[in-house]
Nanobody
Framework: QVQLVESGGGLVQPGGSLKLSCATS????????MGWYRQAPGKQRDLVVT???????NYADSVKGRFTISRDYTKNTVYLQMNDLTPEDTAVYYC????????????WGQGTQVTVSS
């Protein structure tokens, strides 16, 4: 059973930064893609960023230039560096991992709360 464990959420003031971590129970090379999604209260879960095994990234327009995804293969951990945060970034952030063969399977973490408020 794949486990994804997020950490690093919290309360931050507008303009501040946070770095989220997602530790996996499997070698991150075993996943075809990993990424981060977020869900604000009363809204659907939306893409923040994904990264394929080959390193191709796909950022939501709302976070381009402010958020950066990275990976540490030695720690089987994916990170999300978030800078210049705004109240609109407030949400529960979920780590996602995908396997595409023989069929697409999504794995999710439990989520970590990010609150941007003064």
């Amino acid at each position: 059973q794949v486990q994804l464990v997020e950490s690093g959420g919290g309360l931050v003031q507008p303009g501040g930064s946070l770095k989220l971590s997602c530790a996996t129970s499997e070698d991150i090379f075993s996943f075809n893609a990993m990424g981060w999604y977020r869900q604000a209260p009363g809204k659907q879960r939306d893409l923040v960023v994904t990264i394929t095994g080959g390193g191709i990234t796909n950022y939501a327009d709302s976070v381009k230039g402010r958020f950066t995804i990275s990976r540490d293969y030695t720690k089987n951990t994916v990170y999300l560096q978030m800078n210049d945060l705004t109240p609109e970034d407030t949400a529960v952030y979920y780590c996602n991992a995908q396997k595409w063969s023989p069929r697409k399977i999504d794995f999710w973490g439990q989520g970590t709360q990010v609150t941007v408020s003064s």
